[in-house]
Nanobody
């Protein structure tokens, strides 16, 4: 029903920036809360950021506040994650997700992309 494809990951030096994109297909993209999650090796998937249907409401994990910015362009069916001042501990597979409620848990989201690798070198 909803398909999500991430892009924009790569290798970056500590202190650098990356912008991730998540392209969505589906007739009702604008009706979903969109979130970004990440999973590092040996760790559980964790919440990073979320954005509401009306764009102006956002929230972030404490670990990324002030460094990451989530945004969406409903006309393009795309959500973005701008990542600045990257740290080695940001290294993970980043996935976007779509849900019908305002939540921060994996179980709050119904549709997931395949993930894109972000590696930050020290």
């Amino acid at each position: 029903q909803v398909r999500l494809v991430e892009s924009g990951g790569g290798l970056v030096q500590a202190g650098g920036s990356l912008r991730l994109s998540c392209a969505a297909s589906g007739r009702t993209f604008s009706s979903y809360t969109m979130g970004w999650f990440r999973q590092a090796p040996g760790k559980e998937r964790e919440f990073v950021a979320r954005i509401s249907r009306n764009v102006v409401i956002t929230s972030y994990a404490d670990s990324v506040k002030g460094r990451f910015t989530i945004s969406r362009d409903n006309a393009k069916n795309t959500v973005y994650l701008q990542m600045n001042s990257l740290k080695p501990e940001d290294t993970a597979v980043y996935s976007c997700a779509a849900g019908t409620t305002w939540g921060t848990r994996v179980s709050d989201y119904d549709y997931w992309g395949q993930g894109t690798q972000v590696t930050v070198s020290s």
